[in-house]
């Protein structure tokens, strides 16, 4: 039986969506920066619309590196945010892990791993 799926939910506030290939990854996703990001593909809700569902939720130090190591996957599209920390980095893809209904829906093995730099527990399930 396939996973549920969630579509984009605009509470996430992340640029996108933008194809994942290299071209578009190396034009628009910046080097260098700390940021949490959302893998999608496309297909048809319950109801026949055309959406696109969230399948992985991950966080890096370099968005532009991590995205490209992607490339090419099964994923079509990408959303990301550039954050300013590791610690909100790591906030932001709990946030989103549980938005997008962590392992039942999504991709990831398990739950976001915290840094040892960071103090806060998941604001959501409080791991």
């Known amino acids: 039986m396939a996973k549920p799926r969630y579509p984009y939910n605009p509470q996430s506030k992340m640029n996108g969506p933008y194809a ?16 949490t990001y959302l893998l999608a593909t496309c297909g048809k809700t319950m109801f026949g619309t055309d959406a696109v569902f969230i399948e992985y939720v ?29 610690t909100s980095a790591y906030l932001s893809e709990c946030e989103e892990y549980h938005r997008y209904g962590g392992t039942t829906c999504l991709d990831n093995e398990v739950h976001p791993g915290k840094p040892s730099i960071v103090s806060p527990r998941c604001p959501v399930c409080s791991q």
């Open 58 to 86: 991950g966080r890096c130090l370099d968005l532009r590196d991590r995205l490209l190591e992607h490339v090419p996957e099964r994923y079509l599209l990408l959303y990301f945010k550039e954050l300013a920390t590791e």
């Open 20 to 35: 994942l290939t290299r071209d578009s990854v190396s034009r628009v996703v910046p080097s260098g920066k700390i940021g």
